[in-house]
């Protein structure tokens, strides 16, 4: 890779990092305003609606905003509007109101949008084209250790305190309510303002960046040239099935958990109890002993996406030396054997094949990503604004898996992501062989 194209390269990825930390950080959220405004599992999967909702809306948009404006100047505004949204949890939270927070949520993920839909091909053009997938899974792996580190921020935060019903705030004594609604907001506000001025303080340093110009190659093409590759439409599909399921599996798991009574599991063992005690000791200072339920099991979500940042630097090597295709195929069908495992079993061996997904989940985006643009040439940035607007399936696929949570429990509703992975294993299959057909 050119030395320009190395720097650059790098300071994309910093971007990967932290848009991966946000977007678990508002899955480990939903337990919390579940519990707050004492919703159903269906009515908290609104929240994914909102977030989600922002790429559906914003992707092409932002593509075409992106054609006159540039990477960097888009970079730098998708930082600030993501830093607005993270201010406005500041007032969502001492008003007490959930649809201001859905608000805050929408106008954040617009600004991830923005990022989204120009980091993911001006990553994949930084070189050849044949190592676009090894480029992107790495730069997913940075993003996959944001992952892995929101799990503990969420524990740590929003999550180690404990939320009390209507009628036990009801029950307080006038003094007691304000102090208790006055802690309960400071808990969401300190973590999210924190969050912001990190997003502004990297706005501030893209700003002095110089970054290589590639967009001016691109202007000429339009998103119907695009779409008349039948690949694209495949991948556009699975794409959207992909962040559905991987959203809804990892916006659930710690309900799931505590439905299995695992945090009773976890305490009773010497083992677990001490993982857990040192996941809280070392990143929050906080005995063990002092933990809600919801953070005990929720610690263990970095297993989940730490499995996804290990597998990103797995698949990175593994798609410069295999086909990608197959490469895609294997994990997919390791994705479905889990589910099984996780529908047919129940207690440890549950949670540690749940756990597991992440690892299968992890080459999944980067790589069907850059296998629906391969070979489009000139319509890769029209490609990727249809590929990021394919995100909007992380607002579809969680909340039909909490109606059917709510409606017959989380064994059939674990179905759902099994049919997604069953897609994106026909669409792997679909591209190697026409691969293979081409070059023969």
């Not at 977030?51 to 054609?67: C, K, M, N, Q, T």
């Not at 705030?169 to 303002?193: G, K, W």
């Not at 290589?212 to 690949?231: C, E, G, M, Q, T």
Request: glycine letters at 8%; a neutral charge.
């Amino acid at each position: 890779m050119d030395r320009n194209f190395r720097f650059a390269f790098t300071a994309l990825t910093s971007l990967f990092f932290i848009w991966g930390f946000i977007t678990v950080v508002v899955d480990a959220f939903i337990p919390r305003l579940k519990e707050v405004f004492e919703l159903s599992y269906a009515q908290a999967g609104l929240v994914q609606v909102a977030w989600f909702l922002a790429y559906l809306v914003l992707s092409i948009p932002g593509g075409l905003i992106l054609s006159k404006i540039g990477y960097k100047k888009g970079i730098i505004t998708g930082l600030f509007v993501a830093g607005l949204g993270c201010i406005l949890f500041y007032p969502a939270a001492a008003f007490r109101e959930f649809s201001l927070f859905l608000l805050a949520l929408f106008v954040l993920a617009g600004g991830l949008t923005f990022l989204q839909v120009s980091a993911n091909p001006f990553v994949s053009v930084l070189g050849d084209e044949s190592g676009a997938a090894s480029r992107l899974n790495l730069s997913q792996a940075f993003n996959s250790l944001g992952t892995t580190l929101a799990p503990i921020f969420s524990a740590t935060f929003l999550l180690s305190d404990s939320i009390l019903t209507s009628e036990g705030i009801a029950d307080l004594s006038a003094d007691e309510r304000i102090t208790y609604l006055s802690n309960e907001a400071s808990a969401v506000q300190l973590p999210f303002i924190m969050i912001g001025l990190v997003l502004v303080a990297l706005a501030l340093v893209f700003f002095f960046l110089k970054l290589p110009r590639i967009l001016d190659d691109y202007k000429k093409s339009s998103f119907i040239d695009a779409l008349k590759h039948k690949n694209l439409k495949l991948g556009i599909i699975a794409i959207f099935l992909y962040v559905g399921a991987e959203v809804a599996i990892g916006s659930y798991l710690t309900n799931y958990f505590l439905s299995l009574d695992l945090q009773n599991t976890i305490k009773e063992s010497d083992l677990l109890s001490t993982v857990s005690a040192g996941i809280s000791a070392t990143f929050s200072g906080k005995a063990f002993s002092t933990l809600d339920d919801k953070a005990v099991v929720g610690g263990f979500l970095i297993f989940y996406w730490g499995g996804a940042m290990i597998g990103r630097f797995i698949g990175s090597y593994l798609t410069r030396v295999m086909k990608t295709g197959m490469v895609l195929a294997s994990f997919s069908f390791l994705a479905i054997a889990m589910l099984l495992i996780t529908i047919s079993s129940s207690g440890l061996l549950a949670m540690a094949s749940a756990l597991s997904i992440g690892l299968f989940n992890s080459i999944m985006f980067p790589t069907i990503f850059t296998m629906s643009i391969d070979g489009l040439g000139d319509s890769k940035p029209q490609a990727s604004g249809l590929l990021c607007t394919a995100i909007f399936g992380g607002a579809i696929i969680p909340p039909l898996f909490g109606t059917l949570v709510d409606a017959y429990g989380f064994n059939l509703a674990f179905c759902l992501p099994v049919l997604c992975y069953g897609f994106i294993w026909f669409f792997s299959r679909r591209s190697t062989r026409k691969t293979k057909t081409q070059l023969n």
